[in-house]
């Protein structure tokens, strides 16, 4: 079993639709979550970080932790074609950040 | 200013050859990474170093070596490169270890024929 799981995608939304991108991972100890953007052939960008069960707003961004259930989401409100990129969902496991697979995200205009 | 560079950017080697991938951060962090992402995109750590001490090695063949002669600086050599090293080969940095919020370099991809 994989430490943190995500679906690979592609998913597909049109503009100013909601994306939802999930994560579960395997570590019930873990305490810190992370999302990563990566546009093609570029580097990974931290966007948002959340260490408490529930929601957290950064602007068009809500991330979405429950650790009883192993399970992180990131939420994109008004989706733009700028947002098209992969999502990658890391865990912080045993001091070590550890990445999902990433989601790949093509908001159509 | 770039905060995290790493040259070169590309590398195209044959099988056998030894290479090497420089990095520098300016952030004045005291934690840096080297992290391989293969090509269906997976991101897996190899290396960690917090003030020039090696605190995380990842299950990584020996012919990997990191060096960090400060804190802003982590190099990586590969000895004797096989098809499989061919990768995006990213360095990191963050304020402290064992934190989650990381700044990468613009990585070093490498192809080995």
């Known amino acids: 079993q994989k430490e943190v799981e995500q679906n690979s995608g592609p998913l597909s939304v049109p503009e100013g639709a909601i994306a939802s991108l999930n994560c579960t991972y395997s570590d019930r100890g873990s305490q810190s979550f992370f999302w990563y953007r990566q546009y093609s052939g570029k580097s990974p960008e931290l966007i948002m970080s959340?260490?408490?069960?529930g929601d957290k707003e950064d602007g068009r961004f809500t991330a979405q932790l429950n650790k009883a259930s192993q399970y992180v989401s990131l939420l994109i409100r008004d989706s733009q074609p700028s947002d098209s990129a992969t999502y990658l969902c890391a865990v912080n496991g045993g001091g070590k950040l550890i990445f999902g697979q990433g989601t790949e995200l093509s908001v159509k205009p | 200013d770039t905060a995290v560079s790493q040259t070169p950017k590309y590398l195209v080697t044959q099988m056998g050859n030894d290479k090497s991938i420089k990095c520098e951060q300016n952030?004045?962090?005291?934690?840096m990474y080297w992290y391989k992402q293969d090509s269906k995109k997976f991101l897996k750590i190899m290396f960690s170093y917090n003030n020039k001490e090696l605190i995380i090695n990842e299950t990584v063949p020996n012919r990997f070596s990191p060096k960090s002669p400060d804190k802003a600086h982590l190099n990586l050599h590969i000895n004797s490169l096989e098809l499989g090293d061919s990768a995006v080969y990213f360095c990191?940095?963050?304020?402290?270890?064992?934190?989650?919020?990381?700044?990468f370099g613009e990585g070093s991809r490498l192809t080995v024929l």
């Open positions: 959340i260490y408490s069960n």
């Open positions: 990191a940095s963050s304020q402290e270890p064992h934190t989650g919020e990381l700044f």
């Open positions: 952030l004045g962090h005291d934690t």
